[in-house]
């Protein structure tokens, strides 16, 4: 029975990020003694505002697909066939997954009230990915492993990491937003971490990519839109003529290939236009209706949030993080290739968004510089542990290793390290 209860939960609430970003403001509000129309209005708002993110993320998600077909195409690289596929590995520990989120969840909420962290881990998403790659890293470690050993431990690990993730780096985010009333819970924190560390060796905060001064010629890059567009649209139009003809035309159907190139450019602009739109208003409402939840229940408790929320703070860093890092990544692309060591593809949509937070982060506390060496610093991150960690999944998921972020690295990795340490010792 409480098995059904909490994949039921899972599901259906912590797994659905606007679901849960809604209940989180229902509650709020309620506790905050708000008037109905005003619990309504915060309510819908919230939702609205995380759908509208959503969408402008499903908008450009359709080109970073694109982009990365098209790029590995010219490039020439096909990826590594998998011996055992991640669909099958899900058919099986899925549920397992599922009920170690809901159980871990529970479990941060009373790590944060005990020990007064203070921040609540609301990317929902992400919450079933890394409950994901923590269950493929203790099978691959123990195969035999019980079902309720593997939910519980998987629960634990998952709990710690939602409660101090968003601290370790919180210090560093308020500087970056020079505010304290959310928190930073993405996969991507220790690229931003080491962006922000390093950014002051390179650059000076002063001299930040909002305020570098461009000719008047090229003003217009200025605005996050058109610069977005054109810098896209140049990339998948050189990536399309490069590219096998043949995969480019599967891509752009009817169309020029040239003309769909640029469309994919505008369509990636016209995306980050609608999540930036939608990352303020669901902010401008979960953060008010938050006050009730951390005045009543858990006092002094902010929302720990997906990475797109600082990317109004420094838009055009997060287009610098992105290529840098796509940049990077390519370059090693080739190395690896050339030298025999591995065959990896670009992952567009890890390349641009924790890209894009490092490039934040990196800019804050190293101008436009610090934003080049965030991007770096997570394609080096995407680079290397995609060829180190596929092997490692080699008996359950090695696709995780192509969809991965900074932090799910590195999950694994001491999971996988520790874990073996342990058998050793113990010769299990």
């Known amino acids: 029975m409480w098995e059904a209860v909490l994949e039921w939960i899972a599901v259906n609430l912590l797994g659905q990020v606007s679901i849960l970003i809604g209940l989180i403001a229902l509650v709020g509000l309620i506790l905050q003694g708000k008037k109905f129309e005003e619990v309504v209005l915060g309510t ?21 697909i694109a982009f990365q077909t098209v790029v590995s195409s010219a490039f020439g690289i096909v990826s590594p066939t998998p011996t055992r596929t991640l669909a099958d590995f899900t058919a099986a520990y899925a549920g397992m997954s599922v009920m170690a989120l809901a159980l871990g969840f529970f479990i941060h909420l009373l790590l944060t009230s005990i020990l007064k962290i203070r921040l609540v881990y ?60 959310f928190g930073f819970g993405h996969t991507s924190s220790f690229a931003g971490f080491l962006a922000a560390k390093l950014g002051p060796y390179v650059g000076k905060p002063e001299h930040g990519s909002e305020t570098v001064k461009i000719p008047d ?21 050189i990536s399309a003529l490069f590219a096998d ?51 009543r229940i858990i006092p002094g408790a902010r929302p720990a949030l997906d ?37 990896i593809v670009p992952p567009m949509i890890m390349l641009f968004f924790p890209g894009g937070a490092a490039g934040v982060f990196g800019n804050a506390f190293g101008g436009w510089k610090g934003a080049v060496l965030g991007g770096v610093i997570n394609g080096l991150f995407l680079a290397f542990g995609q060829a180190l960690t596929w092997p490692l999944l080699a008996n359950t998921a090695p696709e995780l290793a192509t969809l991965a972020d900074p932090d799910w690295y590195i999950l694994i990795w001491v999971i996988l390290g520790v874990g073996r340490i342990i058998k050793a010792i113990t010769g299990g």
């Not at 929902?124 to 790659?133: C, F, S, T």
């Not at 101090?164 to 985010?173: D, G, S, V």
């Not at 839109?225 to 990339?235: K, L, N």
Request: charged residues 10%; aromatic residues 10%; hydrophobic residues 60%.
């Open 122 to 181: 609301l990317t929902g998403h992400l919450m079933y990915w890394i409950a994901l790659i923590v269950t493929a890293a203790l099978v691959e470690l123990y195969p035999d492993i019980a079902s309720g050993t593997l939910i519980l431990v998987t629960a634990i690990i998952c709990a710690l990491y939602w409660t101090f993730q968003p601290l370790y780096i919180h210090k560093i985010l308020k500087i970056v937003t020079k505010t304290d009333t």
């Open 44 to 64: 819908v708002k919230a939702i609205a505002g995380v759908l509208i993110m959503i969408i402008g993320i499903e908008a450009f998600i359709g080109g970073l």
């Open 217 to 237: 010629r090229i003003s217009f890059l200025k605005d996050i839109t058109v610069s977005t567009a054109v810098v896209v649209g140049i990339i998948m139009v």
């Open 245 to 295: 003809q043949a995969v480019v035309a599967n891509q752009a159907g009817d169309l020029n290939s040239i003309v769909w190139a640029l469309l994919q450019g505008l369509r990636f602009a016209a995306g980050i236009t609608v999540l930036l739109y939608g990352v303020r208003m669901f902010l401008a409402e979960i953060v008010p209706a938050f006050k009730g939840i951390s005045t």
């Open 307 to 343: 990475c797109p929320v600082i990317f109004p703070y420094a838009p055009t860093a997060v287009i610098i993080g992105f290529l840098s890092a796509t940049v990077i990544f390519l370059i090693c692309m080739v190395i690896f290739g050339a030298i025999g060591w591995a065959a």
